[in-house]
Nanobody, 124 residues
Framework: QVHLVESGGGLVQAGGSLRLSCAVS????????MGWFRQAQGKERDFVAA????????NYADSVKGRFTISRDDAKNTVYLQMSSLSPEDTAVYYC?????????????????WGQGTQVTVSS
């Protein structure tokens, strides 16, 4: 069973940047399509970004295109989410997720494994 642990969240001012990391253990990260989701207080969990096995394909939510970049380093069993030009609307708990297969998905239910989440708070 794969285990995911997110890190890198925190408090940042609007316009700032953060890099989230997701450490994968239990199985090789290269076996999984990886995704990032976020959930603001009182709202549903929303898709942020996904990256295919090998890193050759990516997909982003419209709200983060051009500002966020997902990447992976399978040699380190780690997935990253580089976030820039942050705004208060980006405030949420960010979750890393993994799914088997090769198809990217924007649907939380398609992912089999989840981390515990890391809080990102953007102040105005």
């Amino acid at each position: 069973q794969v285990h995911l642990v997110e890190s890198g969240g925190g408090l940042v001012q609007a316009g700032g940047s953060l890099r989230l990391s997701c450490a994968v253990s239990g199985r090789a990260s290269s076996d999984y399509v990886m995704g990032w989701f976020r959930q603001a207080q009182g709202k549903e969990r929303d898709f942020v970004a996904a990256i295919g096995r090998g890193g050759g394909t990516t997909n982003y939510a419209d709200s983060v295109k051009g500002r966020f970049t997902i990447s992976r380093d399978d040699a380190k069993n780690t997935v990253y989410l580089q976030m820039s030009s942050l705004s208060p609307e980006d405030t949420a708990v960010y979750y890393c997720a993994a799914k088997r297969g090769i198809l990217l998905s924007t649907t939380p239910g398609a992912y089999d494994n989840w981390g515990q989440g890391t809080q990102v708070t953007v102040s105005s």
